[in-house]
C-alpha cells in the first residue's frame, strides 16, 4: 500500500508553514515540549491524530533540543478494523510506534443501551489503557489531536448542558497526577487540517462507536458554531481569543475573585467598571530559534 503525498504545491506548502506555525507557537505558549521528553503521541487513525504526528515529525528535526516520539494506537477491537494499515503506514514513516490491543468495544456494546451516545464510556476506558501505555512506555508526555475548533465546541458543551465554564485546555495534568497531557494543534483550524490531511494521503480510519452517532450534542454545537462562522468570518478565533483573555473581576464566581473584599480606592482601577475595554494586542508573529534552556522556545520577530 503506497502512502506518497499528493505533489506539493504552492498552496499546501503555505498551509503546512501555516500549521506548523500554529503548532510552534502552542508549544511556546504553554511551554509544551522540555529537553529529553518522551512523547506518547496519541494515534487514533483519524485525520487530526496523523496530521499531529506529522507536524510533530516536522517540529522535531529542526528543533533546538532534543525530545523523543512514540506513535501509539489503541485497537479497541471494532468489527472491521483494518489492522494492518497503521502498522504498515507507520513503518514508511520510520517512525518508533506501539500498537495495543484492548477490546473496549465490547465493554461499551455491553454497558451502553442501544441508541445512547457511547462517548463518555468510549473516552474513560480509553483514557485508562493510554495512560498505563504512557507508564510502561517511559512517556513523560501525551500528545492529543485536538484543535481550535474542539477546544472550542467543549467550551460550550460545557456551557449549555454542564452549567460550567470550562474547556479543554491546551495543557494539563493526568487525573493519577504521572503525565502531562499536550494539545500541540490548539491554535489549528479544523477547516485547515481537513485540506492537510488530503493532501498529505493519510490512511484515515474512521470510528465505527462514536464516528456513527449523527445526533450528538458536540455534533449540534459544531453545526452552530459552522453556522455562526458563515455568517460572522472570524467569530471562532475571538471565541478562542476570548478563552485566553478572561478577567474573573468580570464573573460571578468567588471562587475565582475576592467580591467581598471590593471597597472604594479613591483612584482608578484597570479592571473597574470601564466604559469601553482596550482593544486586544495584535497577535505577533513568530520564529523557532535556538536555546540552551530546557524548553522548546518561539521569539518574537523583532
Known sequence: MSFEPLVPSHTMLRLEQRLQGAVGRALADYAMIQAQDTIMVCLSGGKDSHALLS????????????????????????????AQVLPQYLESLGVDYRIIEADTYAIVQEKIA????????????????????????????IALGHHRDDMVETFFLNLF??????????????DDGHH??????????ESDLSRYAQHKAFPIIPCNLCGSQENLQRQAIKQWLHREEKAHPGRIDNIFSALQNVTPS??????????????PTQHPEPEGDTLFDPPPEKPVALHLT?????????????
Open 55 to 82: 507536524l510533530l515529525l516536522a517540529l522535531q528535526r529542526r528543533a533546538p533540543l532534543p525530545f523523543r516520539l512514540i506513535a501509539v494506537n489503541l485497537d479497541q477491537k471494532q468489527p472491521g478494523f483494518p
Open 114 to 141: 442501544p441508541g445512547k451516545t457511547t462517548c463518555s464510556l468510549c473516552s474513560r476506558l480509553r483514557r485508562g489503557v493510554l495512560y498505563r501505555t504512557a507508564k510502561a512506555l517511559g512517556a513523560n508526555k
Open 250 to 263: 468580570h464573573l460571578a464566581d468567588t471562587t475565582l475573585f475576592d467580591f467581598a473584599a471590593l471597597h
Open 161 to 174: 448542558h454542564g452549567g460550567r465554564m470550562k474547556g479543554m485546555p491546551p495543557k494539563l495534568v493526568t
Open 290 to 302: 535556538h536555546s540552551t534552556g530546557r524548553h522548546l522556545y518561539f521569539q518574537k520577530r523583532p
Open 180 to 189: 502531562v497531557v499536550i494539545r500541540p494543534l490548539a491554535y489549528c483550524q
